[in-house]
């Protein structure tokens, strides 16, 4: 097995990373208007608050779980410990580690009754987003999960624009898999995602675009 070492600014963490392969990519339908199968509140909105975008999503799970809409969370990734410093005695500082195994996506869990599968990503950019920030066994994990039939696509954050789009793996996929492509515009984002807006209960409904997902699903099986 390879690895690649990666250093995380600010903590001196050294990760070795094992890499993935990649599937075929399977295209998804055209998505028409619907209407949402639960109302989140619009009366207050604080914006995003300077939250991350995993805080924001993180937040929205949570809403979502005690509302009893969804069950989603954030999967844990199982690291092995390598090397550990102690500065203090009661403080110990974690230099060198490496993940025990290929992490996949960010968050799964079901709504509706199906499996929802996806990724969180940000950029500062304002007209495009690299596709590198997508690792190989991410883009083979999703087109995997669609094949199982499951619901996947990333959450993607245009932090200096303040907009979110929720892209489906397909068109990930297809972007990721195309020669000399180096990013998806934001154009390409807009006319293939369902832009969603950052809110208070919860903080970014993204369900709102699973029930677009849900609908093209029915309407391919003829439901």
Known sequence: MFFIDIMLAGGGLMVKYPSGSLAAFRKTANKPKIRSVYQHKKSVSFSDRGMTLEQQINESNKYYLEEEIA???????????????????????????????????????????????????????????????????????????????????????????????????????????????????LQEIEEHSIEIKSSFRPTLPYLTAVDHFIADRNVENGK
């Open 71 to 185: 069950v989603v969370h954030k999967k844990p990734t199982p690291i092995q410990i390598v090397k550990v410093d102690y500065p203090k005695r009661s403080k110990a500082v974690i230099r060198e580690a490496y993940f025990r195994q290929a992490s996949t996506t960010d968050y799964n869990g079901v709504y509706q009754g199906y499996y929802l599968d996806f990724e969180a990503k940000e950029t500062r950019n304002k007209t495009n987003f690299p596709l590198k920030n997508f690792h190989e066994h991410q883009i083979f994990h999703l087109d995997a999960c669609l094949k199982q039939q499951g619901i996947c696509f990333t959450i993607i954050g245009f932090t200096s624009l303040k907009r979110y789009f929720v892209t489906p793996a397909s068109f990930v996929i297809k972007s990721w898999k195309t020669k000399n492509k180096s990013s998806m515009t």
